[in-house]
C-alpha cells in the first residue's frame, strides 16, 4: 500500500516498538504531525523545550533500557536537541532523533530554518542519517534503531527533509538488517576470559570497578553473581551505581573525585583492578599516573575504543560484559577447590578494607535546625518507595544523592554522567515517568538546575506525569561555589543566585503543588506529605548555604590524596 | 612515527567529512588523505599519511572503525607496502634554464604536459621521496606552483584487499 513519507515514518516507529515519543512540531514536521493526529498507537509527549523532549526521551531510554524517541523541527528546533543528543552520546544511551529539515531542492540555499543539523551533530551522535529518498525512510528507521541500541549503544539522528515526509511510496519494514561496515562484537575471546578468570584467582587485593556498561549491557545480575560467589569488592562510577547493591557489605560505594575514602583506598592499593563496561574518565581516576599503581588490570568493554585510551591494560577483554561475565561464571564451576582457597587468600584484603570503611564511613555532621542536604537524601531513601527511580541534576546535589542514597537496583538512578548537563534531571525523571506512570519518580535538582528547564512542570501537570521534584535551595551554584571555596579564596564570582523565588507559588502557576522545609524536623514531613500528594509537587528545602561535598580529590590529585573534611 | 593506513569505507556522501572529522575533533594530524571509488563502485578507498605513537595510531585505527561507514583499516607499516603519489610541477624555464628542466624531468621519468616560452609544467609520478627529490632540484631554478595528490598505497604482494 502507497503512504506518505510521514505515515511510514510512524508506521517503522510502531515496528520497532515504540509507544511514546517526545516532540515539537514545525513548519518541516507539519506533515508529520498531521499524520499522528490520528494515529492512535502513539503516545506523543509535548515538551516545552527541544533540549528538554530530548533529555526526557533519555530518561525513558535510561529506565527502561529501551530506545528513546524524540522528535524536533528544522533548524532553531534541531539545535535545541544539541545538549539533548550530546548529554545521551557521552552516557552511551540509546536515543533515535528525528529532525524536519527543508525540502531537499532548498537544502545547501540557507532557507528558512535551514541548519546542517547533520554537519552540527556528526560529533556527538553515533551515526545520523539524512532522508534523500522517501523509499529510504523504512530501511533507514531500521538502520537507526538497530545502530542505537547495539554494540555500544548512543544516540542516532535522522533528518528528513519535508518534501521526503510528504512523497509517497509502497510501505515495507525490513524484517532484518544487514551492515556489512558494522558489526560489534558480543562474545569476548575465549582464551582471553580464561586468562581472566587465572588473573582473577591469583590475585591477593583484588577490586571490581564497574562503570554504566554493566548497567546498559543489563549485566548487574551476572555481576553481581560473580562478586559475591569470589568475595570480590566493587566500586563503581556515577553511571554504575545500581549496577551491585550498596547495602551489600562488598559494596565500596562511588569511588573517584567524590568517592568513599575506602573504595579511593582499595583501588590504590589493589594488585588487581577489574574494570566492568567503565571507561577510566578523569574524574575516576585523579592524576593517571598514580591510578592503580600497584594492579594489573583487566578491562572488559564492548567498545575497543575505550581500551588503552587513558590506562596501560594488562588483559583486554572486547564484548559484551553480560556475556563476559556470564562465561567467566561457567568458568568458575568448573575450577572446584580454588575458589575456596582465594577465598582464603584474600581474607586479610577484605579486612584491610574493612578498617578502611570503619576509619573514614561515609558521613556528614548533623546540624540541630538548619537542614543538611545528605540528611534530606537519606530521608528520601527512607520514606520512598523501594522501587523508586531518581533523577538528579548535575551539582553537589548529585554528588550527595549518589553518595547517600543508596542504590540497590541498576536503572533507578538517572544522571548526566559524562557531560555533566545542567538541566538534565527534572526532564529526564519526565521521561521515566512517561513510561512507568505508576512508579515512584523523584527529581532531585538543584535551585540553579532546575531553573534551566523549570517550563516542564507544565508538560508534567498537562499529562499527569506525578513527579517529585526535590529542590536542594542553597541560593548557590554550590558545586562551583565549593571550588572557588576552596581554591579561589572563597571568590564567588557570579555563583550566588540571591533571589527570593518563591518555588511554592511556581509550582502553582503551573497548577502542581509546592512544599517548603526550611529547618531539619521539617523535613520528614514535608517528603511525607508531598509523597502523599497527587500529581506533580516541588519539594523545597531551604539548605545550609556553604555545605561541602565531601571527600574530594582536588582535581589532577591522586586518589589517596583526599580531602575528607575540611 | 609516520603510518600509511589504508581505509575501507561506503561509497556515501558524508564519510569523507566522517573521517576528516574524526580526525580534527580528536587532534589527531592528517599528514595527506587521497580518496577515491574502487572496482566496486560501492567502496571508496582512502589512503591516510599520518604520524603518532603507538597508543595514537591505535586510537586512530579503533576510533576508524568505530564509524558506522567504515568497513576495513589496515595500517600498513614500512615494506609492506607500495606508494606512489604524482605531482604537478609549473617552474620557471627560460634560456638556458630549460635545457636543465627537461634533464631533470627525464631524470626523473617526469613528463612535460604544457609548455610555454616561459614555463614547463611537469606531471611527476612515483614514492613520495622520489616527488620531494625532483622538488628539491627544480626549486632552485623557480617553482611557480606545486599540487600534489598525496600517497595512495597498496599492500605487496599476491594478497588483495576486496574492494
Ligand atoms: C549547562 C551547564 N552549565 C554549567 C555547568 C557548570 N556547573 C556544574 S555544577 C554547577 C552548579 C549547579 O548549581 P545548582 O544547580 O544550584 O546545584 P548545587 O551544586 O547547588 O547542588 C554549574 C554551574 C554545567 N554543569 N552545565
Not at chain 1, 528544522?74 to 536537541?81: L, Y
Not at chain 1, 548512543?154 to 533528518?159: C, T
Not at chain 1, 543566585?497 to 522545609?517: H, R, S, V, W, Y
Not at chain 2, 595527506?32 to 586510537?59: C, F, H, K, Y
Request: charged share 20%; proline share 5%.
Amino acid at each position: 500500500m502507497k503512504m506518505t513519507g510521514a505515515r511510514i515514518l510512524l508506521e517503522c516507529l510502531k515496528r520497532e516498538g515504540v509507544d511514546t515519543v517526545f516532540g515539537y512540531p514545525g513548519g518541516t514536521v507539519i506533515n508529520l504531525y498531521d499524520e499522528l493526529f490520528s494515529f492512535k498507537d502513539i503516545r506523543h509527549i509535548l515538551p516545552r523545550h527541544e533540549q528538554a523532549g530530548v533529555h526526557a526521551a533519555d530518561g525513558f531510554a535510561r529506565a527502561t533500557g529501551r530506545v528513546g524517541v524524540a522528535i524536533a523541527t528544522s533548524g532553531p528546533g534541531a539545535t535545541n536537541t544539541v545538549t539533548g543528543i550530546a548529554t545521551a552520546y557521552m552516557d552511551s544511551i540509546p536515543l533515535v532523533v528525528i529532525t524536519g529539515q527543508v525540502p531537499t531542492a532548498l537544502i545547501g540555499n540557507d532557507a528558512f530554518q535551514e541548519v546542517d543539523i547533520i554537519g552540527i551533530t556528526r560529533p556527538c551522535t553515533k551515526h545520523n542519517f539524512l532522508v534523500k529518498d522517501v523509499k529510504d525512510i523504512a530501511t533507514i528507521i531500521k538502520k537507526a534503531f538497530y545502530i542505537a541500541r547495539t554494540g555500544r549503544p548512543g544516540p542516532v539522528l535522522v533528518d528528513l527533509p519535508k518534501d521526503v515526509q510528504i512523497a509517497t511510496a509502497e510501505f515495507e519494514y525490513p524484517e532484518a538488517i544487514e551492515l556489512r561496515s558494522y558489526k560489534p562484537t558480543v562474545e569476548g575471546h575465549p582464551k582471553q576470559i580464561e586468562k581472566a578468570v587465572s588473573m582473577l584467582l591469583a590475585a591477593k587485593k583484588p577490586v571490581m570497578y564497574v562503570g554504566g556498561g554493566a548497567i546498559s549491557g543489563d549485566a548487574a545480575g551476572e555481576l553481581t553473581a560473580l562478586a559475591t560467589r569470589l568475595h570480590i569488592p566493587v566500586t563503581t562510577t556515577l553511571m554504575g551505581l545500581g549496577s551491585f547493591p550498596e547495602d551489600n557489605p562488598l559494596s565500596l560505594k562511588l569511588l573517584g573525585m567524590h568517592g568513599t575514602y575506602f573504595a579511593n583506598m582499595a583501588v590504590t592499593n589493589c594488585d588487581l583492578l577489574v574494570a566492568v563496561g567503565a571507561r577510566f574518565d578523569d574524574r575516576v581516576t585523579g592524576k593517571i599516573a598514580t591510578f592503580a599503581p600497584h594492579a594489573k588490570i583487566i578491562h572488559m568493554d564492548v567498545d575497543p575504543t575505550s581500551i588503552r585510551k587513558n590506562v596501560r591494560v594488562d588483559l583486554p577483554i572486547v564484548g559484551q560484559v553480560k556475556e563476559v561475565l556470564g562465561r567467566m561464571l561457567k568458568s568458575l564451576d568448573e575450577s572446584g577447590d580454588k575458589v575456596a582457597a582465594f577465598h582464603t587468600a584474600i581474607e586479610p584484603w577484605l579486612a584491610e578494607i574493612e578498617g578502611w570503611k570503619q576509619k573514614h564511613p561515609i558521613t556528614y555532621k548533623q546540624a540541630s535546625t538548619v537542614i543538611k542536604p545528605q540528611f534530606v537524601i537519606q530521608k528520601l531513601r527512607e520514606l520512598s518507595d523501594p522501587d523508586a527511580i531518581v533523577a538528579t541534576d548535575v551539582g553537589q546535589h548529585q554528588m550527595w544523592t549518589a553518595q547517600f542514597f543508596g542504590f540497590r537496583e541498576p536503572r533507578t538512578l538517572l544522571s548526566s554522567g559524562g557531560l555533566g548537563t545542567m538541566g538534565f534531571g527534572l526532564p529526564a525523571a519526565m521521561g521515566a515517568q512517561a513510561a512507568f506512570p505508576n512508579r515512584q519518580v523523584i527529581a532531585v535538582c538543584g535551585d540553579g538546575g532546575f531553573q534551566m528547564n523549570l517550563q516542564e512542570v507544565a508538560t508534567l501537570v498537562q499529562n499527569r506525569l506525578p513527579v517529585k521534584i526535590v529542590i536542594l535551595n542553597n541560593n548557590f551554584l554550590g558545586m562551583v561555589r565549593q571550588w572557588q571555596e576552596l581554591f579561589f579564596d572563597k571568590r564567588y564570582s557570579q555563583t550566588c543566585m540571591e533571589l527570593p523565588i518563591d518555588f511554592i507559588k511556581l509550582a502553582e502557576a503551573f497548577g502542581a503543588k509546592g512544599f517548603q522545609a526550611t529547618k531539619s524536623d521539617e523535613v520528614e514531613a514535608t517528603i511525607k506529605k508531598a509523597f502523599e500528594t497527587p500529581g506533580p509537587v516541588i519539594m523545597e528545602f531551604k539548605i545550609a548555604r556553604e555545605e561541602k561535598v565531601l571527600p574530594m580529590v582536588p582535581a589532577g590529585a591522586s586518589l589517596n590524596e583526599m580531602v575528607l573534611n575540611a | 612515527m609516520r603510518h600509511t593506513i589504508t581505509v575501507l569505507v561506503e561509497n556515501e556522501f558524508g564519510v569523507l567529512s566522517r573521517v576528516a572529522g574524526l580526525f580534527s575533533g580528536r587532534g589527531f594530524n592528517i599528514d595527506s588523505l587521497s580518496v577515491a571509488p574502487t572496482n566496486d563502485e560501492t567502496i571508496s578507498r582512502m589512503t591516510i599519511v599520518t604520524r603518532g605513537d603507538d597508543q595514537i595510531l591505535e586510537q586512530i585505527s579503533k576510533q576508524l572503525n568505530k564509524l558506522i561507514d567504515v568497513i576495513k583499516v589496515i595500517d600498513f607499516t614500512d615494506g609492506e607496502v607500495v606508494e606512489r603519489e604524482m605531482a604537478l610541477i609549473k617552474v620557471t624555464a627560460e634560456d638556458s634554464a630549460r635545457a636543465e628542466v627537461l634533464r631533470i624531468a627525464d631524470i626523473f621519468r617526469a613528463k612535460i604536459i604544457d609548455v610555454t616560452p616561459k614555463s614547463f609544467t611537469i606531471e611527476a609520478t612515483g614514492a613520495p621521496a622520489k616527488i620531494d627529490a625532483i622538488l628539491e632540484l627544480l626549486r632552485p631554478l623557480g617553482l611557480k606552483e606545486l599540487v600534489r595528490t598525496g600517497p595512495v598505497a597498496i599492500g605487496r604482494g599476491a594478497k588483495a584487499l576486496k574492494g
